[in-house]
């Protein structure tokens, strides 16, 4: 009798872990086509942007010069070649603040995320932009979690008119100078692509 109780109880341990490891799989497999679908629908969300305001997509592969990563600083007029043009630009990065500017306009700052983009640059890249308050109210009362876990829920896709180039040292957290490239014009266009990375 004891060898029989032994054996279901050993029969249970074994099906409790062989049904733990499969709810985990399917779990794992249902976060694995959800990824998917997120980065789908940005990707989606990029190319109707790019294609209706024939904006400029590969500036950071003109400023990689090739490379898979660039660790030298970013000159100022690199940015002009790539940013300062009759066309605007698509950015993809994180709201890090939005300001009064006027009665009627914000100043929106994003920052880029080098989780959303193919290529890491050394010089920190930003946008300042004015934007009508109407549309950026519009925006965050449309997506509330935008502002709640900054680098992780709060990517968007945008384009932008640059009409200049500021640069900017700032002391990081370790006491080292880093080098804050920012580029000054107005929101044409934003889109939420929330936690994704491309």
Do not use: C
Not at 24 to 41: D, F, G, M, P
Not at 64 to 76: G, W
Not at 114 to 135: D, G, H, P, R
């Amino acid at each position: 009798m004891k060898k029989i109780i032994g054996v279901i109880v050993g029969l249970l341990v074994i099906g409790y872990f062989v049904n733990a490891y499969l709810d985990n799989k399917a779990t794992q497999e249902a976060e694995r086509v959800e990824k998917e679908l997120a980065k789908e629908e940005a990707e989606a969300i990029i190319a109707q942007l790019v294609s209706k305001y024939d904006a400029v997509e590969n500036w950071d592969e003109e400023l990689s010069k090739n490379e898979e990563y660039r660790m030298d600083p970013i000159l100022t007029i690199e940015l002009e070649q790539v940013w300062i043009k009759s066309q605007p630009i698509l950015f993809l990065g994180g709201v890090k603040d939005i300001s009064s500017f006027d009665e009627l306009s914000y100043e929106i700052l994003i920052e880029q995320n080098i989780f959303l983009n193919s290529k890491y640059f050394f010089t920190e890249l930003q946008l300042s932009l004015t934007a009508s308050k109407n549309v950026i109210d519009t925006f965050l009362s449309n997506h509330p979690e935008l502002l709640k876990d900054f680098g992780l829920n709060n990517n968007v896709a945008l384009i932008a008119k640059i009409n200049s180039i500021e640069t900017k040292n700032i002391l990081s957290d370790d006491g080292e100078i880093d080098e804050v490239k920012i580029g000054k014009g107005e929101l044409i266009d934003i889109e939420y692509i929330g936690r994704v990375r491309l």
